[in-house]
């Protein structure tokens, strides 16, 4: 677990420049197909885990983020999301 709080970790999404903040928590083995964003958008993890990959880049790659890890995703990019066995929950910038 991120030893930020659900507050602090907000506030230093937000403290990144974006206007849209909020948490959002993943059951266990969540999946979203592949999709794509109008705008750059920011995940900062706070527990479980969360793996990408962008199929148009390197089909099959896969990267798994834990607890504190940031990653953003930018505007228009196609990309493919599973969280972990125990679910994910993380604060979501747009």
């Known amino acids: 677990m991120s030893s930020l709080s659900r507050q602090e970790a907000e506030a230093q ?3 990144w420049g974006f206007p849209t903040v909020y948490t ?3 059951g266990p083995n969540a999946h979203y197909p592949p999709h794509k ?3 750059l958008t920011t ?3 706070l527990s ?3 793996t990408v990959t962008y199929p148009e880049d390197e089909p099959g790659k896969k990267e798994t983020f ?3 890890a940031r990653i953003d995703v930018p505007a228009g990019k196609v990309h493919e999301v ?4 125990q679910g994910c929950t993380y604060v979501i910038g747009e």
């Not at 599973?82 to 066995?85: H, N, Q």
């Open 13 to 15: 999404v937000r403290s």
């Open 24 to 26: 959002w928590t993943d």
């Open 37 to 39: 964003h109008g705008g």
């Open 43 to 45: 995940h900062l993890i």
């Open 48 to 50: 479980g885990e969360f």
């Open 66 to 68: 834990g607890p504190g």
């Open 82 to 85: 599973w969280m972990g066995k």
